[in-house]
């Protein structure tokens, strides 16, 4: 992956185009998201916060 050293916007739109055209692998290792949704891995909290376009940490492993 490329990322460009003083543009931490343009690095966000690269990082989302990648998980949005990489799929996510199925391992079901769940966290919970600061926004308290259950994910089944950090890749689909990180694809999901793209797509809202906010920031959504990960506030533990396994479900909220």
Known sequence: MYFIP???FLNLILFCFF???LQCNNDYT???GSNNQNYQN?????RDACKQQSEVLILSEGAC
Do not use: A
Not at 42 to 46: P, S
């Open 6 to 8: 003083g543009s931490s």
């Open 19 to 21: 998980l949005f055209f």
């Open 30 to 32: 769940p966290v919970c």
């Open 42 to 46: 950090e890749c689909f909290l990180r």
